[in-house]
């Protein structure tokens, strides 16, 4: 008799596990699609409208677009090639992937004092090295 209905105990455990797990797996990928969806639309937005704002993108049919975004609209955004002038509507939930080139001018600045102190540093090392007593 315990047998009988520690066994049942089980497999009624099992069934909800099983079940239970099912359900949350089909939660995640639609949260997971929303999310992705949200950061190509800021990812987009942030950078702007014109030809400074070059991108790369990667569809989910593996299709890839390349140029800069002439329009951003609630649904879809615009990606004009820069050769050919052809323009490519694309909607949101078709990009995989997004690659912008569109540094801000604080962030120019930030690399370009970076720089700037690596060859006064290396140039400090060079003299130092050359000249003994100078």
């Not at 997004?98 to 540093?121: D, F, H, Q, S, Y």
């Amino acid at each position: 008799m315990i047998n009988r209905t520690a066994a049942t105990l089980v497999i009624c455990l099992l069934t909800f596990t099983m079940t239970f797990q099912q359900s949350v797996v089909a939660n995640s990928n639609s949260e997971k699609d929303a999310s992705l969806l949200q950061k190509v639309k800021t990812g987009i937005v942030k950078l702007g409208v014109g030809q400074s704002s070059r991108v790369s993108l990667t569809l989910k049919d593996k299709t890839k677009v390349a140029g800069y975004i002439s329009e951003i609209g609630d649904d879809s955004f615009v990606v004009a090639n820069l050769e050919s002038g052809g323009r490519t509507t694309v909607t949101y939930p078709e990009v995989v992937q997004v690659k912008g080139n569109n540094l801000t001018t604080r962030t120019k600045v930030i690399i370009g004092v970076a720089i700037a102190a690596g060859i006064a540093i290396t140039l400090y090392i060079v003299r130092g090295a050359f000249c003994d007593g100078c």
